[in-house]
């Protein structure tokens, strides 16, 4: 189980990111906090796994939140996620800097923030079973980010971030894999609209096409969510 904290100066914004956390498997909220001494008291009393934090906070920006946990020997195994409205490169560059794992840029939706935790709690699974690491090791933990963490705003189209999640978590569902047609039914829309979503999703690499041949006709194309 990753123990989450999550730091946002808006309650309700931090209330939704904890929803979001929660509600996905192997997550769960060790604590929230509002401003940045909160944040490193929650730090310093619960020993999370993970910490999502925003730049920008009352008392001091999170970035320096972040250094400090790291200036202190029992938070330098603490992963961070930086979810904030802040664009500035400036401000990128200073939390990679200070060793976030990555850079959520508002507004997202709930797919693209799972995704990213997905990462960093698999990340840290790696870690945790390597005896020692080899060239190609390295190589995977370093320059592998999770395909299609895309906002809202990137979605072709004609494409909504709710049906997408929708979608996605229908066909999480089935690990043996969903025609459009029985993903249509499974999650109660239509079977054009799954097959519109199962085909970008196959278009970024998250969904696996097979085709499955029976008697007369075209063969069925199946898809399979790729973990």
Same mark, same amino acid.
């Given at each position: 189980?990753?123990?989450?904290?999550?730091?946002?100066? %808006?309650?309700?914004?931090?209330?939704?990111?904890?929803?979001?956390?929660?509600?996905?498997?192997?997550?769960?909220?060790?604590?929230?906090?509002?401003?940045? *001494?909160? *944040?490193?008291?929650?730090?310093?009393?619960?020993?999370?796994?993970?910490?999502?934090?925003?730049?920008?906070?009352? %008392?001091? %920006?999170?970035?320096?939140?972040?250094?400090?946990?790291?200036?202190?020997?029992?938070?330098?195994?603490? %992963?961070?996620?930086?979810?904030?409205?802040?664009?500035?490169?400036?401000?990128?560059?200073?939390?990679?800097? #200070?060793?976030?794992?990555?850079?959520?840029?508002?507004?997202?939706?709930?797919?693209?923030?799972?995704?990213?935790?997905?990462?960093?709690?698999?990340?840290?699974?790696?870690?945790?079973?390597?005896?020692? #690491?080899?060239?190609?090791?390295?190589?995977?933990?370093?320059?592998?980010?999770?395909?299609?963490?895309?906002?809202?705003?990137?979605?072709?189209?004609?494409?909504?971030?709710?049906?997408?999640?929708?979608?996605?978590?229908?066909?999480?569902?089935?690990?043996?894999?969903?025609?459009?047609?029985?993903?249509?039914?499974?999650?109660?829309?239509?079977?054009?609209?799954?097959?519109?979503?199962?085909?970008?999703?196959?278009?970024?690499?998250?969904?696996?096409?097979?085709?499955?041949?029976?008697?007369?006709?075209?063969?069925?194309?199946?898809?399979?969510?790729?973990?």
């Amino acid at each position: 189980m990753t123990r989450v904290l999550v730091v946002d100066d %808006d309650f309700m914004v931090a209330k939704l990111h904890s929803r979001y956390v929660a509600s996905l498997d192997g997550f769960t909220v060790a604590g929230v906090a509002h401003t940045g *001494a909160e *944040a490193l008291r929650a730090a310093d009393a619960l020993r999370p796994d993970l910490v999502l934090l925003d730049v920008y906070l009352p %008392d001091m %920006d999170g970035i320096s939140v972040l250094r400090r946990m790291r200036e202190r020997e029992e938070h330098r195994q603490v %992963d961070a996620l930086f979810i904030t409205a802040a664009k500035d490169p400036h401000a990128v560059r200073a939390a990679l800097r #200070a060793g976030a794992l990555h850079y959520l840029i508002k507004p997202f939706d709930r797919a693209a923030l799972q995704e990213q935790l997905r990462h960093a709690a698999a990340l840290r699974a790696r870690l945790d079973t390597l005896g020692e #690491a080899s060239q190609e090791d390295v190589d995977q933990i370093f320059g592998t980010r999770p395909r299609g963490a895309r906002s809202r705003e990137q979605l072709p189209k004609g494409l909504a971030a709710h049906t997408a999640s929708l979608v996605e978590r229908t066909l999480r569902g089935h690990a043996e894999g969903l025609s459009a047609a029985e993903c249509a039914e499974a999650g109660a829309f239509s079977r054009v609209s799954a097959r519109r979503y199962l085909e970008y999703f196959a278009e970024t690499g998250r969904v696996e096409v097979t085709l499955r041949y029976g008697g007369t006709g075209r063969p069925e194309r199946r898809y399979r969510w790729i973990d």
